[in-house]
């Protein structure tokens, strides 16, 4: 088991940058694959960003490449997404992930992780 708690969220407006962080707690940080998924108002949850133990392998989704970066802390048991240029479009709740399955970060695309955290809420204003 692992548990994942974020933030970092709030309110920007468009063309801003935030930082999102989770720390997770429990087994071994670097042995799961670490991800961000999210889920605006009345839309389905989707893919955003997905990191593989050391950070070597790493995915985005289309909307976001180029925008957000993601990265990991295995020493401090701690994942970041750094968004920057925010949209209106990519106001949601932001959920931290994890999964131990071990593959590859593109896989997560399409598939979802085993662990998540209770979200935290990124609003862009226009």
């Known amino acids: 088991q692992v548990q994942l708690v974020e933030s970092g969220g709030g309110l920007v407006q468009t063309g801003g940058s935030l930082r999102l962080s989770c720390t997770a707690s429990?087994?071994?940080?670097?042995?799961?694959?670490m991800g961000w998924f999210r889920q605006a108002p009345g839309k389905e949850r989707e893919f955003v960003a997905a990191?593989?133990?050391?950070?070597?392998?790493?995915y985005y989704a289309d909307s976001v490449r180029g925008r957000f970066t993601i990265s990991r802390d295995n020493a401090k048991s701690t994942m970041y997404l750094q968004m920057n240029s925010l949209k209106p479009e990519d106001t949601a709740v932001y959920y931290c992930?994890?999964?131990?399955?071990?593959?590859?970060?593109?896989?997560?695309?399409?598939?979802?992780?085993?662990?998540w955290g209770k979200g935290t809420l990124v609003t862009v204003s226009s």
């Open positions: 992930t994890a999964d131990g399955k071990g593959y590859s970060a593109s896989y997560y695309r399409f598939h979802d992780m085993d662990f």
């Open positions: 429990g087994r071994t940080f670097s042995s799961y694959a």
């Open positions: 990191i593989i133990y050391h950070g070597d392998n790493t």
